[in-house]
């Protein structure tokens, strides 16, 4: 089965609010995760990743928590904008590869922007 | 547009049909991947290719699908014998394939095969 996959399904959020979204992961050895983003007819665009050696990672206005503890990462997005309403997925590569090799994706959440 | 292509954007066939898809890479990029994609899932792997030597194939590969890269450029991908169960987004991304971390994987719009 797959080792990522994702809390919620759907969230909506006000537009200028911060967004949340969280995956969990079950293989400890698991060394790198990747976020993408889906938009409508459109192919995964790679957001942000982070190694297993850090706890956080800040890109524009998208922070990555690293949680190996409990195995859990989450997407923080800073003042949601409309733009931002996508598919977002977590994806790993399998057995603890480097990101070299084909990714295993969670199920994905819907981000809504409410205006 | 130096981004990854892929044709054609839409494919509606029969059931029984072959069919054959196509995507063209980054041009400095080694690694070609295949990944189909159902509605409501994330993308799951097929294959890919490091230049023109597929490295692995997904067990959800099954022997009526093949993929090539020939030069080490271009890819295809086809389906013999369609089934409903085939219906899907093909998704072709490619990446840079050097060692160490991080190599991003850059992806195609897809093709959206209806088997009808």
């Known amino acids: 089965g797959e080792s990522v996959g994702l809390h919620l399904p759907t969230l909506s959020v006000q537009e200028g609010d911060n967004s949340i979204i969280n995956c969990a992961y079950s293989?400890?050895?698991?060394?790198?995760f990747i976020w993408y983003k889906q938009e409508s007819g459109k192919g995964p665009q790679f957001i942000i990743d982070i190694r297993s050696n850090m706890d956080k990672r800040q890109g524009q206005r998208v922070t990555v928590l690293l949680n190996k503890t409990v195995k859990h990462l989450s997407l923080q997005i800073a003042a949601t904008q409309p733009g931002d309403s996508a598919v977002y997925f977590c994806a790993e590569p399998p057995k603890g590869n480097s990101g070299n090799t084909p990714l295993v994706f969670g199920k994905g959440t819907r981000l809504s922007v409410i205006a | 547009d130096t981004g990854v292509s892929q044709d054609p954007r839409h494919k509606i066939t029969k059931r029984g049909q072959n069919v054959t898809f196509r995507c063209d890479p980054i041009s400095e990029h080694n690694r070609l991947y295949w990944y189909r994609q159902t509605l409501g899932q994330g993308p799951e792997f097929l294959t890919y290719?490091?230049?023109?030597?597929?490295?692995?194939k997904s067990r959800l590969l099954s022997d009526r699908f093949s993929a090539e890269r020939p030069k080490g450029s271009f890819s295809t991908l086809e389906i013999q014998r369609t089934e409903q169960g085939d219906s899907a987004m093909y998704l072709c991304?490619?990446?840079?394939?050097?060692?160490?971390?991080?190599?991003?994987?850059?992806f195609g719009p897809g093709t959206r095969l209806t088997v009808l």
């Open positions: 293989n400890s050895a698991s060394d790198y």
């Open positions: 991304a490619s990446s840079l394939g050097t060692s160490g971390w991080g190599n991003e994987q850059f």
């Open positions: 290719f490091q230049n023109e030597a597929q490295l692995e």
